[in-house]
C-alpha cells in the first residue's frame, strides 16, 4: 500500500496548484481523502469524494476554490487548489480508509505529505 502525494510548492496569493495523490495497493472501495496541516495545528479533512452521487465534501473554508478530481485509470486523486490564501499554508497529506472520516486517528495510510507555502 502506498500513497503519494505530489504538486506542492510556493505560490502567491490568489495563485493556484494542483496536488496529486497517487495509490496504489489500496483497496477499490476505500476513501481517498484530503488532508492538510498547518504549523501548530491538528490535521484536518480538506476534501473527499462521496459515496454514490453525492456531492464531494469540502471544508468550509476552501469551499468554491478548491476542486477534487481522480482519475480511475491511473489511480490518482487530485485537489486543484485556487485563489490560494496563505491560511492555506500547511502540509498537505492524502489517506485512505474504509470511510472518509473527518478524525485523522482512523487511517491507516498515509502518504509522506507535500507543503504547499501562500505567500501575501
Known amino acids: 500500500v502506498e500513497l503519494v502525494e505530489s504538486g506542492g510548492g510556493l505560490v502567491q496569493a490568489g495563485g493556484s496548484l494542483r496536488l496529486s495523490c497517487q495509490a496504489s495497493g489500496i483497496h477499490p472501495s476505500y476513501a481517498i481523502v484530503w488532508f492538510r496541516q498547518a504549523p501548530g495545528k491538528e490535521r484536518a479533512r480538506v476534501a473527499h469524494?462521496?459515496?454514490?452521487?453525492?456531492?464531494?465534501y469540502y471544508a468550509d473554508s476552501v469551499k468554491g476554490r478548491f476542486t477534487i478530481s481522480r482519475d480511475n485509470a491511473k489511480n490518482t486523486v487530485y485537489l486543484q487548489m485556487n485563489n490560494l490564501k496563505p491560511e492555506d499554508t500547511a502540509v498537505y497529506y492524502c489517506?485512505?480508509?474504509?470511510?472518509?472520516?473527518?478524525?485523522?486517528?482512523?487511517?491507516?495510510?498515509w502518504g509522506r505529505g507535500t507543503q504547499v507555502t501562500v505567500s501575501s
Open positions: 469524494f462521496t459515496r454514490g452521487e453525492g456531492a464531494p
Open positions: 489517506a485512505a480508509g474504509t470511510l472518509p472520516f473527518s478524525d485523522p486517528r482512523h487511517y491507516t495510510f
